[in-house]
């Protein structure tokens, strides 16, 4: 089965860079198109940043054009999400989902994905 594994949290403090990554195993990856969604304390999760499969366009939240990146490794079935001059608003777990078939209008759709990792902690300190 299709599994997710996230890592590259931490604590860093406002301004500085930190890279997410996110590892799949379990089938083809390449036919996996992979976002990114994020959930603070207290928040619904809310959609960062996806990479369609295959060809790999991309989609942002408003909130991390400009200074967050999507991309994908297919030789090493990896996701990245190099975020750059963090916020403590970016503080949250960060989560990466998979799933088939979406479309450039629905990489922001949480409900199109049928797999998810167990997150990761990003604390950003101000």
């Known amino acids: 089965q299709v599994q997710l594994v996230e890592s590259g949290g931490g604590l860093v403090q406002a301004g500085d860079n930190l890279r997410l990554s996110c590892a799949f195993s379990?089938?083809?990856?390449?036919?996996?198109?992979i976002g990114w969604f994020r959930q603070a304390p207290g928040l619904e999760r809310e959609f960062v940043a996806a990479?369609?499969?295959?060809?790999?366009?991309?989609a942002y939240a408003d909130s991390a054009k400009g200074r967050f990146t999507v991309s994908r490794d297919n030789a090493k079935n990896t996701v990245y999400l190099q975020m750059n001059r963090l916020k403590p608003d970016d503080t949250a777990v960060y989560y990466c989902?998979?799933?088939?078939?979406?479309?450039?209008?629905?990489?922001?759709?949480?409900?199109?994905?049928?797999?998810w990792g167990q997150g990761t902690q990003v604390t950003v300190s101000s």
């Open positions: 990479i369609k499969r295959y060809g790999g366009d991309t």
């Open positions: 989902a998979a799933g088939m078939g979406l479309i450039s209008s629905t990489l922001h759709n949480g409900a199109q994905y049928d797999h």
């Open positions: 379990g089938d083809t990856f390449r036919r996996y198109s």
